[in-house]
């Protein structure tokens, strides 16, 4: 990786953020021939991207995901041909615990075939012989053999090298602390290093992008979850495909451990913005309200005091806080443990070998933001992936770099505005 004081101080696009989706922009813009800069305030990958379940899937995704999804799938197979990350195409088995829970499978099914989807219905022999391990009683059961599974953190070492070696230049420990705004466009960030400027300026920061964009007073309607997760150590004997349930979820990890989890289990801390974006929110919050705890905390001062620390030529939350690393929700993965022992006695005798946490970025209809900023030319957003942006990052990332360079393509952009939140009018002042 580049040291900031040797790296030039102009590209044609700059990014904010060295996730997968920063690191994938990038690499399609490069191809394109463009100058591009990845920034990141720590290690490259090191926050949502290397935490997650590692799951690349269709099952369950919104019909205006999917095209992002499968055209992700061939991009995932080619990368993997040039490292090992652990991709397969393992299969993803989506159980139904009650008739509510088969009823949501099937319609999102049904939805799904009219774009001639891999996925379908299994019947109960099906589902045994696919998953022998397992004692319970599901209520149904979808199927997708293409769907896969890959190594998030070796995913994001693989990706930062690929980049490298296709000339993108990668500053990690660079915060940015504010979007460059001349004569009303976007024309650079402002570092913690000085300030680097460019044709474009991507926000891709995870959580954190809210807050860059509320730099230059643009409202990104985006809330913090924070999810749980365990590794298990090696052992013999257990599913192949991605188990998906509202009970436990589980994918077999390239070591031969498992990655566990459990879905409906993530948690929200009200904070100052819980307030400002409830109208936004609440309609998908009442629609998936047994898949989240809301807890009050010391989160709320807290974050109203870190909104007063933002700021043109001020030290701010960027800094301090290099790495998002919380703590795990301890008593949750137990009983998750405990009823994956359950279901599947082959997990009977198998240790945890490490639990972790990591805070996702959600925004109120759960479908990403790639897009332009109106009001500032030469400003662009990629965030808002709301727990799907392992699997679809690499299509994002295309999708992005055509955004960019004013190409079309049939990728899904006109679902993904942020104009479709209708925020950042003149009502929006100060929120
Ligand atoms: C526990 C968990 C499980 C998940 N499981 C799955 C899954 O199985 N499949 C799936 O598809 N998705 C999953 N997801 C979601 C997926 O991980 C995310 O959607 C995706 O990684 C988002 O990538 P990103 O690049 O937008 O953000 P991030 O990976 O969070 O990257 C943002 C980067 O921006 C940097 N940054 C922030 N602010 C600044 C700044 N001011 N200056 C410079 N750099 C900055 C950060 O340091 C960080 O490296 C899961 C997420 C979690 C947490």
């Known amino acids: 990786m580049t040291k900031p004081s040797?790296?030039?101080?102009?590209?044609?696009?700059?990014?904010?953020?060295?996730?997968?989706i920063g690191l994938c922009t990038a690499l399609f813009l490069r191809e394109k021939g463009l100058s591009v800069a990845v920034l990141d305030k720590g290690r490259p990958g090191y926050e949502q991207s290397s935490r997650n379940w590692g799951w690349v899937r269709t099952i369950s995704q919104a019909m205006e995901e999917l095209p992002l999804a499968v055209a992700s799938r061939p991009l995932w197979q080619q990368w993997a041909k040039e490292g090992d990350f652990g991709y397969t195409r393992c299969g993803l088995l989506s159980l139904a615990q009650d008739k509510e829970e088969w009823n949501t499978l099937e319609g999102w099914l049904a939805a799904?075939?009219?774009?001639?989807?891999?996925?379908?219905?299994?019947?109960?022999?099906?589902?045994?012989?696919?998953?022998p391990q397992s004692r319970g009683q599901w209520a149904g059961a979808l199927y997708s053999p293409g769907?896969?599974?890959?190594?998030?953190d070796l995913a994001m070492r693989f990706l930062v090298r690929k980049a490298e070696a296709a000339g993108v230049t990668i500053l990690p420990d660079t915060a940015v602390k504010s979007i460059d705004i001349q004569g009303g466009r976007a024309c650079?960030?402002?570092?913690?290093?000085?300030?680097?400027?460019?044709?474009a300026v991507v926000v891709a920061a995870g959580i954190w992008s809210r807050w860059l964009c509320k730099t230059v007073d643009i409202v990104l309607p985006q809330l913090k979850v924070i999810a749980s997760v365990l590794r298990t150590e090696p052992m013999e004997g257990g599913p192949d495909p991605i188990i998906a349930s509202s009970r436990f979820s589980v994918r077999k990890r390239m070591d031969g451990g498992y990655t566990v989890a459990q879905r409906n289990s993530s948690i929200?801390?009200?904070?100052?913005?819980s307030f400002r974006f409830m109208r936004e929110f609440m309609p998908n919050f009442l629609k998936q309200k047994k898949l989240l705890s809301v807890r009050v905390g010391s989160s709320f001062v807290e974050e109203l005091k870190q909104e007063r620390q933002f700021g043109k030529g001020r030290p701010n939350p960027f800094e301090q806080y290099r790495a998002c690393d919380p703590t795990p929700d301890r008593k949750t993965l137990a009983r998750t443990m405990q009823r994956l022992r359950e279901d599947m006695p082959v997990f009977e005798k198998t240790r945890v070998a490490a639990m972790w946490a990591g805070v996702i970025d959600v925004?109120?209809?759960a479908l990403?933001?790639?897009?332009?900023?109106?009001?500032?030319?030469?400003?662009f957003v990629a965030t808002g992936f709301s727990a799907h942006g392992f699997g679809v990052g690499p299509a994002a990332g295309k999708l992005m770099a055509n955004l960019i360079a004013g190409e079309q393509d049939t990728l899904g952009r006109e679902?993904?505005?942020?104009?479709?939140?209708?925020?950042?009018?003149?009502?929006?002042?100060?929120?």
């Open 147 to 152: 769907d896969g599974r890959a190594e998030p």
């Open 112 to 131: 799904a075939r009219t774009h001639g989807f891999d996925a379908r219905e299994l019947g109960q022999p099906e589902i045994h012989t696919l998953l």
């Open 363 to 365: 925004v109120p209809d």
């Open 415 to 431: 679902h993904f505005t942020l104009e479709r939140f209708g925020c950042n009018g003149e009502a929006s002042a100060g929120r």
């Open 188 to 199: 650079g960030f402002e570092t913690e290093t000085g300030r680097i400027s460019a044709s």
């Open 6 to 20: 040797s790296a030039p101080l102009h590209y044609d696009v700059i990014l904010a953020g060295g996730g997968i």
């Open 368 to 379: 990403p933001i790639l897009s332009p900023v109106a009001r500032y030319p030469g400003l």
């Open 268 to 273: 929200t801390y009200v904070t100052p913005d």
